[in-house]
């Protein structure tokens, strides 16, 4: 079966860093593109990057641009997300998400059960 | 990058009704329309992707319709299991963005 599992968040400090990792299983990671989506505490979802499969191509919400890099290591399975110049408003549940294509249609079809980032002094 | 609006932001339902949320995107998104479901403190999980096709495993309760601008969500009779948040999200164009979500709660 499917399997995302996020790790890597924790509390630090505004200005600070935090690389987040979503390990998958269950599927042929290598052929799908993957996402980071977040949701601050109380609020709606928001999508952070993508990364397309074989890691060719990536783009990100502008209020992460410069800030946060996207990453794929197809040989291990794994997703990651670097974070830069944290800012307070970046506090948020952070989840890993798989990309589907049924029918051609784009959707987020698998989730990890997401990973805390606090920023704050 | 398109706006998606839902309506309602919260609803009350008691079990057995049937409910109705729409989703309104800020340009034409043809079907590539999705809803999820979130409970509280657990991840999304996809219900519709396409604007109308029903995800493996996800009960035929739920429906959707629409093209275009106007989508709909339908669950047509309402189970314990179906309190939650609702969203859309268009994946017409990046970014794909997100509704600011539905919350269906108890009557």
């Known amino acids: 079966q499917v399997q995302l599992v996020e790790s890597g968040g924790g509390v630090v400090q505004p200005g600070g860093s935090l690389r987040l990792s979503c390990a998958a299983s269950g599927f042929t990671f290598r052929s799908y593109g993957m996402h980071w989506v977040r949701q601050a505490p109380g609020k709606g979802l928001e999508w952070v990057a993508v990364?397309?499969?074989?890691?060719?191509?990536?783009y990100y919400a502008d209020s992460v641009k410069g800030r946060f890099t996207i990453s794929r290591d197809n040989s291990k399975n794994t997703l990651y997300l670097q974070m830069n110049s944290l800012r307070v408003e970046d506090t948020a549940v952070f989840y890993c998400?798989?990309?589907?294509?049924?029918?051609?249609?784009?959707?987020?079809?698998?989730w990890g059960q997401g990973t805390l980032v606090t920023v704050s002094s | 990058d398109i706006q998606v609006t839902q309506s309602p932001s919260s609803l009350s339902a008691s079990i057995g009704d049937r409910v109705t949320i729409t989703c309104r995107a800020s340009?034409?998104?043809?079907?590539?329309l999705n809803w999820y479901q979130q409970q509280p403190g657990k991840a999304p999980k996809l219900l519709i992707y396409g604007a109308s096709s029903l995800q493996n495993g996800v009960p035929s309760r739920f429906s959707g319709s629409g093209s275009g601008t106007d989508f709909t969500l339908t669950i047509s009779s309402l189970q314990p299991e179906d309190f939650a948040t609702y969203c859309c999200?268009?994946?017409?164009?990046?970014?794909?963005?997100f509704g600011q979500g539905t919350k269906v709660e108890i009557k």
């Open positions: 998400a798989r990309e589907g294509s049924p029918d051609g249609y784009k959707s987020f079809d698998y």
């Open positions: 999200q268009q994946t017409y164009s990046t970014p794909p963005t």
């Open positions: 990364i397309w499969y074989d890691g060719s191509n990536k």
């Open positions: 340009q034409s998104v043809n079907k590539y």
